[in-house]
């Protein structure tokens, strides 16, 4: 077997293994809100929000405000995704395959466990 085929066999049991993974635990999501609870987003890696929540007294933001704060509080989301996203690929996953995730584009974002989606609950 040369190493063009082993190097597909690494890519095919990793599909494998995380596609089992993501049956038993479902999809990764990752979810922020704004300081106020105004705007909630839940969005997938790499992808466009899937869920986005406005509290009705938001609308007194102003359209400007209230779409400046939807693309703060989606960027929070992507990034929890992407992080949670390395997690679970880190239990599955060889250890290059999680850092070609960086190398592409999708960084891992804080670590935390308790995070809650607001990156203002005190410092850093």
Avoid: W
């Avoid at 999501?29 to 007294?57: E, M, W």
């Avoid at 359209?63 to 992507?78: C, F, G, T, Y």
């Amino acid at each position: 077997m040369d190493e063009t085929e082993r190097a597909a066999r690494r890519v095919a049991d990793t599909e494998r293994q995380v596609a089992e993974h993501v049956a038993r635990t479902g999809p990764v999501l990752g979810r922020a809100s704004s300081p106020d609870g105004a705007v909630t987003v839940v969005a997938v890696p790499g992808g466009p929000p899937q869920d986005v929540r406005i509290a009705p007294g938001a609308l007194n933001m102003g359209p400007r405000a209230l779409a400046d704060e939807i693309l703060r509080v989606s960027a929070r989301a992507s990034r929890d995704a992407t992080t949670r996203m390395h997690r679970t690929l880190e239990r599955v996953a060889d250890p290059a395959a999680v850092r070609a995730l960086a190398e592409i584009g999708f960084e891992r974002g804080p670590d935390d466990d308790d995070f809650d989606g607001s990156y203002l609950r005190g410092s850093r």
